[in-house]
């Protein structure tokens, strides 16, 4: 099998334009829903109230206990028997931001564990509001401590998005194959593909730890 | 301004304190000194409300901190009770525990303006006011991190003031510092005693430095005060041979 390079550059603005969209609209939508959605259940999972921290805590391993490739079926094919109708990026986004959620949620718990007591201690010797102490001492600190994880996650939704394609998302991936199946020659569209996710993980990563890095000092 | 009375305070096995007793009174500035464990810190601790009592009962300016009234029982204090009560106290502590986030202005502004609601630009207003007596007027904007470690105190202690507590309590608060910067903090604590009306508790194993700046003395061994006075009487003629032990130590470290 030869590579053919009049076919590669045929598809290549396609699968720019079209599939590296899409894959990129279900990464930030699927990582910015859950980078917000993991510290509301970080934050939930403390409450002193039992009724609030014990649900929402068993909702989240369950989650994390389950493929996320299930829970995209459940919500693409079963929610719409409940009358919840969304076009399929926004399932797939949904669904990653759910998922990683219960992941990033584990990321900021470690955060915010991971701030000095003498913090705490000393919002609660200034008579700091509770309210306050979080959201002006603690919250920026433990964010600040989770970002090289979070930018792990990141990466990581990014690579998981192709799964969105069982729920007929067309992503790079998606495209790359349906392109494939014209001609039952899949080297050079999935090779493309492929590079593109190369082309983007490997220097997100390089930034992810040179960003750890400064944040040691 | 300060009692304890029969306080009692256990880490699971561990009895720190055993039916504590003493009182301080408004004004006064008194300082703790003792071996290492002695329950010193612990003693900080529950009066900025860090630690419960496990027995006995604590009042500051007359207002019971420990214990609230409900109907005509006595029960542990809730969160509102103890904010009301702790308006009143201020600490300085050993690691300085500036907020990293926040620059040093902020650091001296957020509680006044998030806990008493005193306007942003008032609470600046003070807060430079402040940095200046500290001597940091330049460095409002500075990070903790960008401060030395006497520098990061000195602002500490700005912070503490600013929320203008009746008693501050200072716990070993040169001791992280490295020598050449603890006469600085200390030449500052001593105006700050000298010209205020505050209620000082302080903890430190600087001897000179509790002469100059206390009333009174107050020697602990084991949760226990084992003897008390003036300074005076107690570094140059203390009567118990513990607390000569113990300054023997000290003084020879
Ligand atoms: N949170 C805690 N849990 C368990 N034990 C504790 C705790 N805090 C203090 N202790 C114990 O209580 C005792 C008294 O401690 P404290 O810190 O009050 O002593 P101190 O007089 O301040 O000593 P130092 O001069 O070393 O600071 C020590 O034996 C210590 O181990
Ligand atoms: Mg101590």
């Keep these: 099998m030869i590579w053919d390079w009049d076919w590669t550059l045929e598809i290549l603005p396609g699968l720019l334009t079209q599939g590296l969209l899409v894959t990129l609209q279900a990464t930030l939508g699927g990582a910015v829903l859950a980078f917000v959605l993991g510290l509301f259940v970080a934050l939930l999972r403390r409450s002193r109230r039992p009724y609030i921290s014990r649900p929402v805590g068993a909702i989240s391993e369950f989650i994390r206990g389950t493929p996320l490739l299930v829970q995209l079926f459940v919500l693409y094919y079963v929610m719409p028997d409940f009358g919840v109708r969304m076009t399929a990026l926004t399932t797939g986004i949904i669904g990653l931001g759910v998922h990683y959620a219960s992941y990033t949620s584990e990321v900021y718990r470690a955060g915010i564990d991971g701030v000095p007591k003498g913090q705490w201690e000393a919002a609660i010797a200034l008579n700091l509001p509770r309210r306050w102490t979080w959201i002006g001492v603690i919250l920026p600190q433990a964010v600040r401590r989770s970002l090289p994880a979070l930018g792990n996650y990141l990466v990581a939704i990014f690579k998981e998005s192709p799964q969105l394609s069982v729920i007929t998302v067309v992503d790079v991936i998606g495209l790359a194959r349906e392109l494939g199946s014209e001609r039952f020659r899949y080297l050079e569209p999935m090779t493309v593909a492929g590079l593109f996710f190369l082309l983007i993980a490997i220097p997100a990563s390089i930034l992810i730890r040179r960003m750890e890095r400064r944040l040691d000092t | ?253």
């Design chain 2, 1 to 253: 301004m300060i009692r304890f009375d029969k306080v009692g305070k256990r880490f699971g096995d561990v009895t720190v304190l055993r039916e504590l007793d003493f009182h301080v009174e408004r004004g006064e500035r008194v300082t703790l000194i003792g071996p290492s464990g002695s329950g010193k810190t612990t003693i900080l601790r529950l009066l900025m409300t860090l630690e419960r009592v496990t027995s006995g009962t604590i009042h500051v300016d007359g207002q019971c901190l420990s214990h609230m009234r409900r109907g005509d029982r006595q029960v542990p204090a809730d969160e509102r009770h103890l904010r009301q009560v702790r308006k009143k106290i201020g600490m300085v502590f050993q690691q300085f525990n500036l907020f990293p986030n926040m620059n040093v202005l902020r650091n001296i502004t957020e509680a006044p303006v998030r806990a008493l609601g005193v306007p942003r630009e008032q609470a600046e207003e003070k807060a430079r006011e402040l940095l200046k007596m500290v001597d940091l007027a330049g460095k409002a904007h500075a990070h903790p991190s960008q401060l030395s470690g006497g520098q990061q105190q000195r602002v500490a202690i700005a912070r503490a003031l600013a929320m203008e507590p009746e008693v501050l309590l200072l716990d070993e608060v040169t001791s992280a510092l490295d020598p050449e910067l603890v006469s600085g903090v200390q030449n500052l604590l001593r105006d700050i005693a000298h010209q205020g009306n505050l209620t000082l508790l302080c903890v430190t194993h600087e001897m000179n430095f509790a002469r100059d700046i206390s009333h009174r003395v107050l020697m602990f061994d084991q949760g226990q005060i084992v003897e008390e006075g003036s300074p005076e009487q107690i570094f140059t003629e203390p009567a118990q041979q513990r607390t000569r032990d113990f300054l023997q130590a000290v003084l020879n470290a």
